[in-house]
């Protein structure tokens, strides 16, 4: 790394080391500590979940709820699908090969495979060690896998069932619990985490209550990594000066989870602690007028659409969100109209 490099990373820290309030530097030694003790757990073979039991699903969507017109009219693009069956993408104006099967750890950009060590030690603004980790963060956000679920929810076309499982079955394979980029970021765990759920309930329009799941070829493991997911948002939440929309994201993604999911002594707790939480943060990160403290448009539409959605999951399952909520909604949205009318 240049020397620039070097100075420019200190004068970054030194900066965030101002704005920390005294107990944010407990919170992080505590974690320190943990994560040091997690890491001599899992290397003899430790991973949470082990014993973790599924009771159930509920998916936000359910076969026969889904009018037949509203799926023959959703709008889609064969050409597009086509790509995502093909695995091609595009990112950030970069247009992407996956391979087949995907390699979950390697940028195809760059050509760099990062490393399957402890997740939360990886230095990953480093290039040579993850080369452009924005973008090998966000296919691993599996946000490219929704419109093909959708394809199979609208047409029931087997080719799109099998390319969307078959990702998150190699991506489930390929990352044990702690191990590697995708386990460093609660962020990150939380948009995969939305993402499975979004797959799972569209996979239930046509297969019913159990969806994805009836459709991997190793169902435990799965339901082992989706705990997985629970349990590493919950326990690392972004906190203090860091508690800004990365925070709303995490909880709604264990929202999410705890929503669809329904282990055994967790779920609810995740869900009571995910709802709570998101009621709080919805009228401490936004103003009275309905802008976002951040002051950014960019997370001001981000933390509107984790907030709806949010909303939408407390709708579709019948469960209570306090009415706050859907008024910050209403409000924030009201903003983007007066800046931006029509």
């Given at each position: 790394?240049?020397?620039?490099r070097?100075?420019?990373?200190?004068k970054?820290?030194?900066n965030?080391?101002r704005?920390?309030?005294?107990?944010?530097?407990?919170?992080?030694?505590?974690r320190?500590?943990v994560q040091?003790?997690e890491?001599?757990?899992?290397?003899?073979g430790w991973?949470?979940?082990?014993?973790?039991?599924?009771?159930?699903?509920?998916?936000?969507?359910?076969?026969?709820?889904?009018?037949?017109d509203?799926?023959t009219?959703?709008?889609?693009d064969?050409?597009?699908l086509?790509?995502?069956?093909?695995?091609?993408?595009?990112?950030f104006?970069?247009?992407?090969?996956?391979?087949?099967?995907?390699?979950?750890?390697r940028?195809?950009?760059t050509g760099t495979?990062?490393p399957?060590s402890?997740?939360?030690?990886i230095?990953?603004?480093?290039e040579?060690?993850?080369?452009?980790?924005?973008?090998?963060?966000?296919i691993?956000?599996?946000?490219?896998?929704?419109?093909?679920a959708?394809?199979?929810?609208v047409?029931?076309e087997?080719?799109?069932?099998?390319?969307?499982i078959?990702?998150i079955d190699?991506?489930?394979?390929?990352n044990?619990?702690?191990?590697?980029?995708?386990?460093?970021?609660?962020?990150?765990?939380a948009?995969?985490?939305?993402a499975?759920?979004?797959?799972?309930?569209l996979?239930?329009?046509?297969?019913g209550?159990?969806?994805?799941?009836?459709?991997?070829r190793?169902?435990?493991a799965?339901?082992?990594?989706?705990?997985?997911?629970?349990?590493?948002?919950?326990n690392?939440l972004?906190?203090y000066?860091?508690?800004?929309?990365?925070?709303i994201g995490e909880?709604?993604?264990?929202?999410?989870?705890?929503?669809?999911?329904?282990?055994?002594g967790?779920?609810a707790?995740?869900?009571q602690?995910?709802r709570?939480e998101?009621?709080?943060?919805a009228?401490?990160?936004?103003?009275?007028?309905?802008?976002n403290?951040?002051q950014?448009?960019?997370?001001h539409?981000?933390?509107l659409?984790y907030?709806?959605?949010?909303?939408?999951m407390?709708t579709?399952?019948?469960?209570?969100?306090?009415?706050?909520?859907?008024e910050?909604?209403r409000?924030?949205?009201?903003?983007i109209?007066?800046?931006?009318?029509?």
């Amino acid at each position: 790394m240049s020397v620039e490099r070097v100075v420019e990373r200190a004068k970054w820290y030194l900066n965030r080391a101002r704005i920390m309030p005294v107990p944010e530097y407990g919170l992080r030694a505590f974690r320190a500590g943990v994560q040091q003790i997690e890491r001599s757990r899992l290397a003899v073979g430790w991973a949470p979940g082990q014993a973790a039991e599924l009771l159930g699903t509920r998916p936000f969507f359910r076969a026969g709820t889904v009018p037949d017109d509203y799926l023959t009219r959703y709008p889609s693009d064969s050409a597009a699908l086509d790509e995502l069956l093909k695995g091609r993408l595009e990112l950030f104006g970069k247009k992407l090969a996956l391979g087949h099967p995907v390699n979950w750890h390697r940028d195809p950009v760059t050509g760099t495979i990062s490393p399957l060590s402890y997740g939360k030690m990886i230095n990953y603004r480093d290039e040579r060690n993850c080369g452009d980790i924005k973008v090998l963060w966000e296919i691993s956000r599996h946000q490219h896998l929704v419109p093909m679920a959708v394809a199979f929810a609208v047409t029931g076309e087997a080719r799109f069932r099998d390319a969307v499982i078959e990702q998150i079955d190699s991506w489930v394979e390929q990352n044990p619990f702690g191990l590697g980029v995708h386990w460093c970021s609660s962020l990150e765990v939380a948009l995969r985490s939305i993402a499975w759920t979004m797959v799972h309930s569209l996979f239930a329009i046509r297969l019913g209550d159990a969806g994805m799941l009836d459709c991997s070829r190793n169902r435990p493991a799965l339901e082992k990594s989706i705990f997985q997911h629970g349990y590493f948002i919950e326990n690392l939440l972004s906190r203090y000066s860091s508690a800004n929309n990365h925070l709303i994201g995490e909880l709604v993604g264990l929202y999410a989870l705890a929503s669809v999911f329904r282990f055994a002594g967790t779920s609810a707790r995740w869900e009571q602690k995910a709802r709570g939480e998101l009621e709080s943060e919805a009228e401490r990160q936004v103003f009275a007028d309905g802008v976002n403290k951040e002051q950014a448009f960019h997370y001001h539409l981000e933390v509107l659409e984790y907030l709806l959605f949010a909303w939408c999951m407390s709708t579709a399952n019948e469960q209570t969100m306090a009415d706050s909520v859907l008024e910050t909604i209403r409000k924030m949205a009201g903003f983007i109209s007066m800046v931006h009318p029509g």
